[in-house]
């Protein structure tokens, strides 16, 4: 098992949710863990890495994505977030900076480009600190290929470690820690055991009388409940995942819940209506294993 902190696995989760299928999957967990070992990295210009198209212009934009929520600083190229994309802010082709660092619009736009094949031999021409030379390598997997295929690493880099057998071990091995078979929820989650109403409202005032409910959370794991005033998306975030292994449903209201509300939100994320719920304007958001919907 991948010995993974809070932030790597709230970040895999994220990306994870974006796709359900097993082979997509796999290539976005060995991407992740090979370009960031899943930290959103921002980028302080400094261009360790010596890659090409660095000038002073770009670092001034490279070193806005420090007001970015970020987990890391890189300093490779002209690349942010967890898979390290070069945003269209720098020249690149991956879009905007702001998505390249959100866990789940990287992930969607690595699937975009993402083609799943059986062929283990990567061939082109990838950059060097001087230019560009031709690749030819041939891989254990073709998990490692294609990602390479979407990637283009610098040339020496897809020739290295980053790619071998044990980085598509590790790949299967985060997949297998982070997704659960699906149940009649969707979610991989059994939200048949949601607590009576005087359980929770007992909780709540017992736990958090101070705050006025706008957010309520449960931790599939741990059983905790919360109420959590506005501002506090993040923090509560990270306090939910260190109780349990997932957060199970999180439920982000434009205004107070009351128990009816509640109710009919949960109904609405059972059957997969998240998007639903907020067009009503009763919601936000639904929060369900790393994503909203």
């Known amino acids: 098992m991948v010995a993974l902190t809070t932030t790597q696995e709230r970040n895999l989760r994220a990306a994870l949710a974006i796709t359900e299928n097993a082979d997509e999957r796999a290539r976005l967990a060995f991407a992740i863990w090979t370009e960031s070992r899943a930290l959103i ?44 994309q070069i945003s269209s802010d720098v020249g690149g082709g991956w879009g905007d900076m702001a998505g390249t660092m959100n866990p789940a619009e990287s992930a969607r736009r690595f699937l975009a480009a993402l083609r799943v094949t059986s062929d283990a031999q990567f061939a082109g021409t990838l950059q060097t600190p001087t ?10 997997d073709p998990i490692a290929a294609d990602v390479l295929r979407v990637q283009q690493p610098l040339a020496d880099e897809a020739e290295s470690s980053n790619y071998n057998a044990s980085q598509v071990a590790i790949a299967h091995e985060i997949v297998a820690q982070l997704t659960t078979p699906s149940t009649a929820t969707g979610f991989g989650k059994d939200w048949t055991d949601m607590p009576t109403k005087e359980e929770l409202t007992e909780l709540l005032e017992d736990s958090f009388s101070s705050l006025q409910g706008t957010m309520v959370v ?7 409940h919360y109420s959590i005033a506005p501002g506090h998306f993040q923090a509560v975030s990270d306090t939910v995942l260190s109780h349990g292994q997932g957060t199970g449903l999180m439920y982000v ?11 009919e939100l949960r109904n609405w994320a059972f059957a997969g209506q998240g998007a639903s719920a907020a067009a009503s304007g009763a919601a936000a958001g639904v929060w369900h294993d790393g994503g909203f919907s």
């Open 41 to 84: 990295l921002a980028n302080d210009g400094t261009n360790t890495s010596k890659s090409t198209g660095v000038d002073d212009a770009v670092r001034v934009v490279l070193r806005r994505s420090l007001d970015i929520p970020h987990d890391a600083v890189g300093s490779n190229g002209r690349s942010t977030g967890m898979l390290q």
């Open 131 to 140: 230019g560009s030379r031709r690749v030819l390598v041939q891989l254990s």
């Open 218 to 224: 449960r931790d599939n794991d741990s059983g905790w």
């Open 253 to 263: 209201s434009k205004q107070a819940l009351n128990w009816v509300q509640l109710t």
